[in-house]
């Protein structure tokens, strides 16, 4: 099946023809795809141009593209129709891409041949390759919900029926805690997010590791998976405290970014008497001057 789809661009630049080339980001062996080519002149009288398209791990029944001229400021596209070969080992190769064409300057007695050359490279994988990345609080709060956000990316083959759990070993968690994606096409990436909660009951302060498992499966329905985690310290809220548990250890104590109500009372009180001081004193100084 060919396959058009454009994800990656490469620029030819000359100073009479600029060339671009667009083709996948990844590309299964033995599969055909397009790869699309514009051809923009930017001098006048070009004729005979001729695109060509190698490379030792690629087979096409055609893979040169001539054009007999073409006026300066316009362009022509063209599609190559190209195929990996069953051998071609997983990961990067080069291609080359070569354009030659002929151009006749005001005091040239006959057109003069130019060519150039550009090297790009293609991806060839026989399989999805997923990834994810995830973010999670550094503390949290017993029975108050937290986030833990993640990007999936897949860097392979298209990946089918995407699954992805969250769980720990360590602490019960509670909430939502799975994402489903039928597919996830090649280059792309999805973002996906967990609103979960460990027990209001929790004994004591407790380091947890939290796992985020996936499987997926490829197109010959053979399963695959992957893996990531993060580490929480979860712990009670104290009666009097207003705020976020996200915090940071200094050797064995834990200091966070709670307030508490006591503290909030006595700034407001404190401030109340600073805002007395301040306008007593400022009558104090106007009776001074009216005495004088």
């Not at 005091?107 to 293609?122: E, G, I, R, Y």
């Not at 720990?168 to 990436?189: H, M, P, Q, R, Y």
Request: aromatic share 10%.
């Amino acid at each position: 099946m060919c396959i058009p789809a454009y994800a990656l661009q490469s620029n030819m630049l000359d100073p009479n023809l600029q060339v671009t080339l667009e083709y996948p980001d990844v590309v299964k062996h033995r599969d055909r795809f397009v790869l699309s080519s514009v051809i923009k002149a930017t001098a006048d009288q070009i004729s005979n141009i001729t695109l060509s398209i190698s490379s030792p791990e690629l087979y096409s029944t055609n893979n040169t593209f001539s054009l007999s001229k073409l006026a300066k400021d316009s362009t022509f596209g063209n599609d190559f129709k190209l195929e990996t070969k069953s051998d071609t080992p997983n990961g990067i190769f080069v291609a080359n891409a070569q354009v030659t064409y002929y151009i006749k300057g005001l005091f040239d007695a006959n057109p003069v041949k130019n060519t150039f050359t550009h090297a790009f490279n293609l991806n060839t994988q026989s399989s999805p390759i997923l990834s994810i990345d995830i973010q999670a609080p550094n503390n949290v709060f017993s029975g108050e919900p937290f986030s833990i956000k993640g990007t999936i990316k897949n860097q392979g083959t298209m990946a089918q029926n995407v699954q992805i759990t969250a769980y720990s070993d360590d602490i019960s968690l509670e909430g939502k805690k799975s994402f489903l994606l039928s597919s996830l096409d090649s280059g792309k990436s999805s973002d996906f997010e967990f609103l979960v909660n460990v027990p209001k009951d929790l004994d004591i302060p407790t380091h947890a590791a939290i796992h985020v498992n996936g499987t997926y499966f490829d197109d010959s329905n053979q399963s695959h998976s992957i893996q990531d985690s993060v580490n929480i310290f979860a712990r009670h809220r104290g009666m009097m405290e207003i705020g976020d548990a996200n915090g940071i250890w200094l050797g064995t104590f834990f200091i966070a970014p709670v307030v508490g109500v006591g503290t909030i009372v006595s700034s407001a009180i404190g401030f109340f008497i600073f805002l007395w001081h301040f306008k007593n004193r400022k009558k104090q100084k106007k009776n001074k001057k009216q005495k004088t």
